[in-house]
């Protein structure tokens, strides 16, 4: 067992009592970043709201101060925090982080993907200079994503892997976000899953894209197969039929096993030469709470090096370009 997956497993041991937090952004994300601090003990919480409308009641019930009328109006009046946690509509994610920092603000964990473009999240990175700034890809956080990193390195390494991230185009609320979310749905969404596989198997160091088809709204295409090779040199490939059946899902293979983290917050594995896939049994600190959020609030709130867990700008705006490059944004 690797010392960060038994950390993982242990955060709720962990005594976060006298930290304090604020969290900018009353949508349901927000909510659960609310309910992850509350799980870790945290009791001196903030959350800045733009109406509050949504999360009014929850603030109530759960005794949290609530200031309404946006981040702009009542950031000055914040004392500084162990952690503020960004979470707004996705074009007030940087200025509001910008913001946090004019204020003393220091250890900040932004929403992902932090930035539509890679080359704002690049040039934010820029400007950085002892603040702490990390991307909450909650998923790179998962207990079963670190279980498989263990279960891997144990068998030597991964040889390949491939990926899926088809997107169900008839749940999507088209009416939550402005139009430029949708139009480069490959990152506001899909680079959720991508971000895992790559975790596990490094950046690319050369990949072949293609796109085909297209959508009113997604104008670069439909449908997106490529493969590629990592910087481990690992071989890859992936395949992405938006509106078609299945779902989001990683494998990765060794020499002993295949893995399936299908879906992404479970985990399986086949062995070599059979095709029967068994259940990979791994634990959770709070299994009642949304897989990734508790977990990577704990790395940002806990005095130790696990924040390279969760990317930082610069590696985020690397995700932004790879995935630029997968849907052709570019």
């Known amino acids: 067992m690797s010392k960060f997956y038994d950390w993982l497993i242990n955060i709720g041991s962990l005594d976060f009592g006298n930290r304090s937090a604020l969290i900018i952004g009353g949508s349901e994300i927000s909510k659960q970043y609310a309910m992850a601090l509350s799980n870790l003990g945290v009791k001196d919480l903030v959350i800045i709201a733009k109406t509050g409308t949504y999360i009014s009641d929850y603030c109530k019930d759960n005794k949290i101060e609530l200031k309404t009328g946006g981040f702009e ?23 509001a982080t910008k913001m946090a920092i004019k204020n003393n603000q220091s250890n900040i964990l932004i929403e992902k993907p932090g930035s539509l ?10 400007e950085m200079d002892s603040e702490e700034i990390r991307i909450a890809y909650n998923r790179l956080a998962y207990p079963n994503l670190h ?52 975790d596990l198997i490094g950046l690319p160091k050369e990949i072949h894209c293609n796109q085909f088809g297209k959508l009113a709204w997604h104008p ?14 690992i071989p890859f490939s992936y395949h992405a039929d938006w509106g078609s059946g299945g779902r989001w899902g990683v494998e990765v293979n060794t020499k002993e096993n295949s893995y399936q983290l299908i879906p992404l917050e479970d985990l399986y594995a086949c062995p070599r030469d059979t095709g029967t896939w068994n259940h990979v049994d791994f634990e959770k600190a709070f299994p009642d709470i949304k897989q990734g959020f508790v977990e990577e609030v704990a790395i940002m709130l806990d005095n ?11 590696q985020g705006s690397k995700f932004n370009n790879i995935a630029e490059e997968i849907f052709g944004y570019n």
């Open 304 to 314: 130790n090096d696990h924040k390279q867990i969760l990317p930082s700008l610069e």
């Open 147 to 198: 279980k498989l990193k263990d279960l891997c390195e144990k068998e030597g390494g991964i040889t390949s892997c491939r990926f899926t991230f088809t997107e169900r185009l008839s749940t999507m609320d088209f009416e939550k976000d402005i139009p430029e979310v949708y139009e480069r749905w490959g990152i506001s969404n899909s680079l959720h899953v991508i971000t895992m596989a790559l």
């Open 220 to 233: 670069t295409g439909s449908i997106f197969v490529g493969n590629g090779i990592s910087e481990n040199d």
């Open 117 to 126: 473009y890679s080359k704002d999240l690049s040039s934010f990175s820029q």
């Open 73 to 95: 109006k009542n950031l000055s009046d914040i004392n500084k925090k162990d952690l503020v946690i960004v979470a707004p509509p996705i074009q007030d994610t940087i200025p």
